[in-house]
C-alpha cells in the first residue's frame, strides 16, 4: 500500500515501486503501483500535477484566491451537474485514467475536510501552475535513480489553435507557438530514446498528444463533433471569452450540446474530448502511444470496455 505523509513528492519511498509519470507542457500524472510484504495484492496510486487542463479545483481552495469562472456555472454541467473547479463541462483527463485503472476519482489535494492517507493517490494539479525547472529527461533519469523504471510522456499538444490563439490571430492558429510544440516533440522523442539506451530497464511511452488533438480540431466529423474551432461557452468570435466569468454575469452563449465540440472554453476541451484523449493515453497503438501505452506500463490484461 502507498501512503505519502505530506504533500511533498520528495518525502515519498519510491523503493520498489513502479513509477509511471506523464508529462504535458501542462501536467504530469505520477502513478505508483507496489506490492504488500504481507500480502500478494498489488496496490495502485495515481498523483497528478500540472495546471488548468489537469486541476479538479485546488485553485478554487488557495487562500487569498478570488473564485474563478470554473466554480461558476455553466463548469460541471454535464457530469456533475454543478461547478466543481474544473475547466471543463464535465470531467478531465485523470478522472477517466482514475477510472481506467480501477482507482476512485480524486478529490483536489487542498479540499477541505480532513487529512489524506493518499491510499488511492491524490491530485494536486492547480490552474495557472508554472511549468517544470527540470528537462524532461532530465526528470526521467532522476525518477529512475530514485527506482522508477516505467515513465510515460505526453508531448506538447497544439498550443497555437486554441479558440483564445485563434481569435488573438484573427482565424489562424498562431504559427510560433505550434512551430515551437513541434521542436519540444522532436528533441523529446529523441532524448528518450537516447536515455534508454543507457537506463537498464528503463521503459518509456509517449501520447503524441499534439496530433491526436489537432486532428480533432482539423476534422471534428471525423471522431463525432460537430465543431472543432469555436468553443461550446464564450462569447465573441470563437466564443474566445468570458465563459462563466463573474459568475456569468458578463454576457456569453452556451452550446446545447457540448459534447459535439472539441472545446468548452477558450483554451479546455470538453467532457468528450477528454474520455477520447485519455482512451488513447491508456490504450493507444503505437502510432499514438508508444512503444508502451499506459495500460501496458500498468500491467493492465484487460481494457475497461463499458463505463
Known amino acids: ?34 506490492t504488500e510484504s504481507v500480502k500478494p495484492t498489488k496496490k495502485s496510486a495515481l498523483f497528478v500535477f500540472g495546471d488548468s487542463l489537469f486541476d479538479p479545483g485546488n485553485n478554487q481552495y488557495i487562500n487569498g484566491s478570488k473564485p474563478g469562472a470554473s466554480s461558476y456555472y455553466p463548469y460541471g454541467q454535464t457530469f456533475f451537474n454543478h461547478p466543481t473547479g474544473r475547466l471543463s463541462d464535465g470531467r478531465i483527463v485523470p478522472d477517466f485514467i482514475a477510472l481506467f485503472a ?67 490571430h484573427l482565424g489562424s492558429c498562431d504559427q510560433l507557438a505550434m512551430s515551437l510544440a513541434t521542436l519540444h ?21 509517449i501520447f503524441d498528444y499534439y496530433n491526436a488533438l489537432y486532428d480533432r480540431i482539423a476534422n471534428p466529423s471525423k471522431y463525432g463533433f460537430e465543431e472543432g474551432k469555436s468553443a461550446c461557452c464564450g ?9 462563466g466569468v463573474n459568475n456569468g454575469t458578463i454576457k456569453y452563449e452556451l452550446c446545447s450540446n457540448p459534447s459535439k465540440y472539441v472545446w468548452f472554453d477558450s483554451a479546455h476541451t470538453t467532457e468528450e474530448t477528454n474520455f477520447q484523449l485519455a482512451n488513447l493515453i491508456w490504450s493507444g497503438h503505437g502510432n499514438v502511444t508508444g512503444p508502451y501505452n499506459v495500460k501496458q506500463l500498468f500491467g493492465f490484461s484487460e481494457y475497461l470496455s463499458t463505463l
Do not use: W
Open 1 to 34: 500500500m502507498v501512503k505519502i505523509a505530506s504533500s511533498s513528492m520528495a518525502k515519498l519511498s519510491i523503493h520498489e515501486l513502479c513509477v509511471l509519470i506523464i508529462i504535458t507542457s501542462f501536467a504530469s500524472i505520477v502513478i505508483s503501483t507496489t
Open 102 to 168: 480501477k482507482l476512485p476519482m480524486l478529490t483536489p489535494y487542498l479540499q477541505p475536510g480532513g487529512e489524506h492517507d493518499f491510499t488511492a493517490g491524490t491530485n494536486f494539479a492547480s490552474a495557472g501552475a508554472c511549468a517544470l525547472d527540470a528537462p524532461h529527461p532530465q526528470m526521467a533519469a532522476e525518477i529512475y535513480e530514485m527506482g522508477g523504471r516505467k515513465i510515460a510522456f505526453q508531448n506538447a499538444g497544439p498550443l497555437g489553435c486554441t479558440p483564445g490563439k485563434r481569435f488573438e
Open 185 to 205: 516533440n522532436t528533441l523529446l522523442a529523441q532524448s528518450l530514446k537516447n536515455l534508454e539506451s543507457h537506463l537498464p530497464g528503463f521503459q518509456y511511452s
Open 235 to 243: 462569447s465573441g468570435q470563437y466564443r474566445a471569452c468570458n465563459c
